[in-house]
T-cell receptor, first 112, second 114 residues
Framework: GENVEQHPSTLSVQEGDSAVIKCTYS??????FPWYKQELGKRPQLIID?????GEKKDQRIAVTLNKTAKHFSLHITETQPEDSAVYFC???????????FGTGTRLQVFP | DTGVSQNPRHKITKRGQNVTFRCDPI?????LYWYRQTLGQGPEFLTY????????KSRLLSDRFSAERPKGSFSTLEIQRTEQGDSAMYLC????????????FGDGTRLSIL
């Protein structure tokens, strides 16, 4: 069945360093890949997304890359700040369904 | 703020009771989704609507669960004869009608079964 694996489960970085979170999906029909940030007790917040016709997308300090052949996509956060600390979820959606399949999350801690 | 609104935020109930949650989507969004999130996990899809039509239901959605969206606006999710394993955060999201549109989530309803 559909599956999204996410690594690492926890990530600690120093303020100003970069953070990279990687996801792998199983459904070759997947063509939409959003990333959500979830702070404790709050809603998942969409921070960036990418569609399968694009290999990379940037928005200020965050970027997402997609390798359709390998079924990998990654979130890159540069110049991390303490307020980036949260749980990040990747997700995938295929063209023939509208449900999101989520990864298991990465807890990012940015130390000042 | 015209984001997705969910009520109540918290619900504590005894095992065996019925509970109902409400979700009000972003007003111009035709699609409405329900997900369930347990501690330390990503959200799991339960069901979704396009307008008033329920288009897909997960195998996770046992016959104790029912969702409605009678007028294509707000939706309710009812759980009958609640069990301990139903304890979770129930999240609602909405999106525009077309495929691969961003889904925007509400704050969720946290259900605790005593």
């Amino acid at each position: 069945g559909e599956n999204v694996e996410q690594h690492p489960s926890t990530l600690s970085v120093q303020e100003g360093d970069s953070a990279v979170i990687k996801c792998t999906y199983s459904d070759s029909a997947s063509n939409y890949f959003p990333w959500y940030k979830q702070e404790l007790g709050k809603r998942p917040q969409l921070i960036i997304d990418i569609r399968s016709n694009v290999g990379e997308k940037k928005d200020q300090r965050i970027a997402v890359t997609l390798n359709k052949t390998a079924k990998h996509f990654s979130l890159h956060i540069t110049e991390t700040q303490p307020e980036d600390s949260a749980v990040y979820f990747c997700a995938a959606m295929s063209y023939n369904t509208d449900k999101l399949i989520f990864g298991t999350g990465t807890r990012l801690q940015v130390f000042p | 703020d015209t984001g997705v609104s969910q009520n109540p935020r918290h619900k504590i109930t005894k095992r065996g009771q019925n509970v109902t949650f409400r979700c009000d989507p972003i007003s111009e969004h035709n699609r409405l989704y329900w997900y369930r999130q347990t501690l330390g996990q990503g959200p799991e899809f339960l069901t979704y609507f396009q307008n008033e039509a329920q288009l897909e239901k997960s195998r996770l959605l046992s016959d104790r669960f029912s969702a409605e969206r009678p007028k294509g606006s707000f939706s309710t999710l009812e759980i009958q004869r609640t069990e301990q394993g139903d304890s979770a955060m129930y999240l609602c999201a909405s999106s525009r009608e077309y495929s691969n549109q961003p889904q925007h989530f509400g704050d969720g309803t946290r259900l605790s079964i005593l």
